[in-house]
């Protein structure tokens, strides 16, 4: 039976350290985030690596975009 000055919900302080601290569940997120974070711009780089090697050697049109008239001559 609880003391009429004491409430029934009062924690003991050592009760609350047997639990791990906010701060390392957060340090556990941001540690996953940013594993994944990494992750994900290794894999578009090398896609974006891939891409601009492989439409180097295709090399449809190497004179797409250049005229050989000077742009001063058409005026």
């Known amino acids: 039976m609880t003391k009429p000055l004491e409430s029934s919900g009062s924690s003991d302080p050592e009760k609350g350290s047997s639990e791990p601290d906010g701060w390392l569940k957060v340090g556990a997120v941001a540690a996953v985030s940013a594993l994944a974070g990494g992750l994900l ?17 295709e090399g449809e049109n190497p004179q797409f975009g250049i005229s050989d008239i000077d742009p001063a001559d058409e005026a």
């Open 41 to 57: 711009a290794a894999w578009w780089y090398r896609a974006t690596l891939k891409k601009l090697r492989q439409a180097d050697l």
